[in-house]
């Protein structure tokens, strides 16, 4: 219960605002053009090369200037567009939306590195070169020319010499530009949380104007801050002043952990509950992204909700709702031609516990350390309250290899738990938790149908160490961490022809489906085979 639901909606939204082009700067601040209403449409290209989670990009993004702030000396602009990302290793494929607002810069600490002719789409082009160093490791680069129109952009991210091996690089080539007229009239919206009344927002607003807004709030609900509606905090103070620049919706929120507890499984009347008038709801899953409208009645299954209140197509008021109830998965797979299901019932509020286990920056394998990593696998079968799950989810497991195979071998079972595993989606830490690097215990991965190179490797870990414990078996099993993947490896009794490491272990690649058990990615391989000696680059943590 001591999750925040406002942490729980940011993440949620990260993986739309992941591509935000936030360094775009306007030169010739000499004579400060207006563009407000110009566009410029680019291809879009990138790869990013850092092991496993390497990819290649293609699309296309449209930036539209929609206002010019000449006190802040920037430009706001709107950025839309989609980009596909191919995951080289595994072959997936994500559709990755471009689409929110980012600022940029009149002026930079730019640095001008001379001209260059290029072509365009709109011909030869003499191009001014400018060196834009956002951080250290992330730098862009402008070929700008016709006072404004950035022909050329490349980012680069990260340098073998400066974070290992993780690379990446995008280039925007120049499709066309144009010009339409913007809207300058912007809605102001404010949605309440209970116990909130706000004054300041009535009516509508020129694009530029400056905006006080206040709030009154019961005292025994507290003030919990403004946010912006992708759950962004803009001010805790309870007077707030923004510059409208565009149509705004702003969340005034009570002080509140939770508004409710509802009941799962039942018809739910939103307007009783909430005592509020309303035409609709909008209700919002947090964990799993989804949006809903109900007219007045919902039947909420286990998790954490935002509910907002409509009135003439306004949402007035907002409210956070926990569901202590249970969700239901279902898992499919295929092993040696038969078809195979299982289903979970997963209690949220266990869920809630196992994200609570660990903060997020102890989920981060930046600093490795080999207790805590074990304790991803270990606690599935030594927690109290994780464990009936690891346990049930075995034994269903064992019970169905059993109605295909007479006899339980032990490298076939192993090979029929990776395949289990292999099914799980794959999302990437950075797009779907928001952070860089997230190590989730074997529940949570169940419970999202979904994770990276390490969470279905500690998945996989997981189900193999109890299974040797019901099997009898004397498998081991140890999380294989290399650099940017992670894998699951075993020590088993049979002999296979498949290549091991120094150590014995046979490689389990979890992230894919078309590996056997033994299978190695050509590119980690290297890394594989030299994981005992190389402790510094990769490491072995071994669970039995
Ligand atoms: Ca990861
Ligand atoms: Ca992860």
Not at 67 to 92: C, L, P, V, W
Not at 368 to 393: C, K, N, Q, W
Not at 432 to 440: H, L, Q
């Amino acid at each position: 219960m001591s999750l925040n639901p406002k942490i729980i909606a940011v993440i949620a939204v990260a993986a739309i605002a992941c591509i935000a082009a936030s360094a775009f700067i306007v030169m010739n601040q000499e004579s400060s053009p207006d563009i407000q209403g110009n566009w410029v449409k680019y291809d879009l290209s990138g790869e990013k090369d850092a092991g496993m989670e390497s990819y290649t990009e293609t699309g296309q993004v449209t930036m539209l200037y929609t206002f010019h702030s000449k006190s802040d000396k920037s430009y706001q602009i709107m950025n839309a567009g989609m980009t596909t990302r191919t995951y080289t290793e595994m072959g997936k494929t994500a559709q990755i939306p471009i689409l929110g607002f980012s600022w940029m810069q009149e002026k930079g600490s730019m640095e001008k590195g001379g001209t260059e002719t290029i072509s365009t789409a709109a011909g030869e082009k003499e191009c001014t070169i400018y060196k834009d160093l956002v951080k250290l490791g992330d730098t862009w680069t402008y070929w700008i020319a016709d006072d404004w129109i950035p022909y050329k952009i490349v980012r680069e991210v990260g340098s073998a010499e400066q974070s290992g091996s993780f690379i990446s690089s995008t280039t925007y080539t120049y499709i066309s530009n144009g010009h339409e007229d913007i809207e300058t009239d912007c809605k102001l919206v404010v949605a309440e949380g209970e116990g909130v009344k706000v004054s300041g927002n009535e009516g509508t607003y020129a694009i530029g104007s400056k905006v006080k807004l206040t709030a009154e709030y019961d005292e025994d609900k507290g003030f919990g801050g403004w946010y912006d509606r992708n759950n962004k905090l803009l001010g805790k103070d309870p007077t707030l002043e923004i510059t409208i620049t565009r149509d705004t919706e702003i969340l005034a929120l009570n002080g509140l952990g939770w508004d409710r507890e509802l009941e799962p499984g039942v018809m739910i009347d939103l307007k009783d509950t909430f005592g509020v008038q309303a035409d609709r709801f909008l209700i919002e899953n947090n964990d799993m992204g989804t949006t809903e409208m109900s007219d007045g009645t919902y039947d909420f299954e286990g998790g954490s909700y935002t509910i907002y209140a409509y009135e003439s197509d306004v949402p007035k008021k907002v409210y956070n709702v926990y569901v202590d109830g249970t969700v239901t998965r279902l898992f499919e797979w295929t092993y040696g031609g038969s078809y195979y299901q299982i289903t979970m019932e997963i209690d949220y509020s266990d869920v809630t516990y196992a994200k609570d286990l660990y903060t997020p920056q102890q989920r981060s394998s930046d600093r490795p350390d080999h207790v805590r990593d074990r304790t991803f696998v270990t606690y599935s079968y030594t927690d109290e309250i994780m464990a009936p799950y690891m346990d049930g989810l075995v034994s269903k497991l064992i019970e169905l290899y059993k109605m295909s195979y007479s006899e339980v071998d032990e490298y076939g079972y192993l090979d029929y738990i990776l395949r289990f595993t292999q099914e799980i989606e794959y999302q990437a830490d950075e797009e779907y938790t928001g952070y860089i690097e997230y190590w989730k215990f074997p529940l949570e991965t169940l419970f999202d149908k979904g994770g990276d190179c390490e969470d279905t490797s500690i998945l996989f870990a997981a189900i193999a160490h109890q299974s040797r414990e019901i099997l009898g078996f004397d498998t081991r099993v140890a999380l294989v961490l290399m650099p940017q993947h992670a894998s699951a490896g075993v020590i088993i009794k049979e002999s296979t022809d498949y290549k091991k490491n120094p150590d014995g272990f046979i490689f389990g690649e979890t992230t894919a489906t078309g590996y056997d058990l033994g299978d190695i990615p050509g590119k980690v391989e290297d890394y594989f085979l030299d994981a005992k000696y190389y402790p510094n680059v990769s490491t072995t943590i071994e669970i039995v």
